[in-house]
């Protein structure tokens, strides 16, 4: 059975830090690239980084560059997300996401976890 699992978000504080993990089991970890997502009342889903299987490519898009680190621990199989100097505009619920090193769709997705940026 696939499990892809969030956890770390919660309430912080503008300025602060918040650390995501994304714990998956039952597939092939090491063969897909896994990438964070999120989404915000009213708004669309963003792709927001993303970290290929061989880990030797990162993307982040512009809302988040220089500020969020995406990496990943083949061994534990799970993916991190670390957030810094958090803005209330990065409040939404994210999404942990996984797809096949050839590309294509992302097949297997978390529930979500909700991280909120007070001002």
């Known amino acids: 059975e696939v499990q892809v699992v969030e956890s770390g978000g919660g309430l912080v504080q503008a300025g602060g830090s918040l650390r995501l993990s994304c714990a998956t089991s039952?597939?092939?970890?090491?063969?897909?690239?896994i990438g964070w997502f999120r989404q915000a009342p009213g708004k669309a889903r963003e792709g927001i980084a993303c970290?290929?299987?061989?880990?030797?490519?990162?993307y982040y898009a512009d809302s988040v560059k220089g500020r969020f680190t995406i990496s990943r621990d083949n061994a534990k199989k799970t993916v991190y997300l670390q957030m810094n100097s958090l803005k209330p505009e990065d409040t939404a619920v994210y999404y942990c996401?996984?797809?096949?090193?050839?590309?294509?769709?992302?097949?297997?997705w978390g529930q979500g976890i909700q991280v909120t940026v007070s001002s």
């Open positions: 970290v290929s299987s061989s880990d030797h490519y990162t």
């Open positions: 996401a996984c797809r096949p090193s050839g590309g294509g769709l992302y097949d297997f």
């Open positions: 039952g597939f092939a970890f090491d063969d897909y690239g």
